[in-house]
């Protein structure tokens, strides 16, 4: 569901979904669904973006290096 508003970490859940204008590489507007695919934070978020184009996933993992200093990849 597209708000307009922001959303709060405690609002978001994993199979949360909502839609999103995004412009494409010709700067053409296009509405996108958004589904968080997976949720541990502060560890891992991933997330499907479905278009007319297809779909696209991403995946954040962060992990510890040391004291103090993470990594993400």
């Known amino acids: 569901?597209?708000?307009?508003?922001?959303?709060?970490?405690?609002?978001?859940?994993?199979?949360?979904?909502?839609?999103?204008?995004?412009?494409?590489?010709l700067g053409q507007a296009?509405?996108?669904?958004?589904?968080?695919?997976?949720l541990q934070p502060p560890v891992q978020y991933s997330a499907e973006f479905r278009?007319?184009?297809g779909t696209n996933e991403i995946s954040y993992c962060i992990e510890k290096l040391g004291e103090d200093k993470t990594g993400k990849s």
């Open 1 to 25: 569901m597209a708000t307009g508003k922001k959303v709060s970490e405690k609002q978001l859940y994993q199979g949360y979904e909502y839609r999103k204008t995004m412009k494409n590489k």
């Open 30 to 38: 296009g509405e996108v669904r958004v589904r968080i695919t997976k």
């Open 51 to 53: 278009s007319a184009a």
